[in-house]
């Protein structure tokens, strides 16, 4: 199956073209660009700047260019592993099936990842005040770091699912049973990350 040919269509049906939420008062909005780019800088500042009435200085600016690389790097390497995946599954039903659901819960996941990480690290930045979480005041570079370790781990967890919709159909396949073993020995490693940078002040 051709997975180029069904992606546009479903990105199409089931993407915003601008999210808005609400936070500290502000109604924020920014802009979705497509699946792999998210966003770019260039029109999420300008929607920023106009939402928060704040300009952004260089230094932000270029912090906040770094955070979407990663964030395409790790979008871009997780589609790729999870096409890799879905291939494997015997008959095109199922194929584009799978692929549809990926696509729609990665994208909400990642919505949700620039909603309640990205925009708030670049609020508190812009204001230079931690972030008050669960009763405790966080530093906002540990608090963007916490968020992207757990979006990491919800991409791994879309990977693992798909692993074991194979390993059904495959049970002896060594290979697919070594990949799943180490997925989740990414996730546990993350998962110390995660407890380490909370547990540190």
């Known amino acids: 199956m051709n997975f180029l040919d069904h992606f546009q269509k479903i990105v199409e049906n089931y ?9 500290n008062k502000y109604k924020i909005r920014w802009p979705y660009e497509d699946y792999f780019k998210i966003t770019s800088l260039a029109n999420m500042i300008t ?24 964030l395409r790097k790790l979008v871009k390497s997780n589609y790729d592993f999870a096409v890799k995946i879905i291939t494997e599954l015997p008959n095109q039903e ?7 659901e990926y696509l729609i819960v990665t994208y909400s996941k990642v919505k949700n990842f620039v909603n309640l990480t990205l925009i708030k690290w670049i609020f508190h930045n812009i204001i230079h005040e931690e972030i008050y979480v669960n009763g405790q005041y966080i530093d906002v ?10 979006l990491i781990n919800d991409f791994l967890l ?40 909370k547990e540190t002040k």
Do not use: A, C, R
């Not at 993407?15 to 936070?23: A, E, G, P, V, W």
């Not at 199922?94 to 549809?100: E, I």
């Not at 570079?141 to 968020?147: A, F, L, P, Q």
């Open 15 to 23: 993407t915003q073209k601008i999210i808005k939420i609400s936070y």
């Open 47 to 70: 929607f920023l700047e106009k939402d928060l009435d704040y300009k952004f200085g260089n230094l932000l600016s270029d912090e906040i260019e770094s955070k979407i690389i990663s």
């Open 94 to 100: 199922d194929q584009f099936k799978q692929y549809k």
């Open 141 to 150: 570079d540990k608090y963007y770091e916490v968020g992207f370790h757990k």
């Open 158 to 197: 879309q990977q693992i699912k798909l692993i074991k919709v194979i390993i059904k159909l495959s049970p002896e396949d060594s290979e697919l049973q070594e990949i799943l073993l180490q997925k989740n020995s990414e996730i546990i490693s993350n998962n110390n990350t995660i407890k380490l940078l």
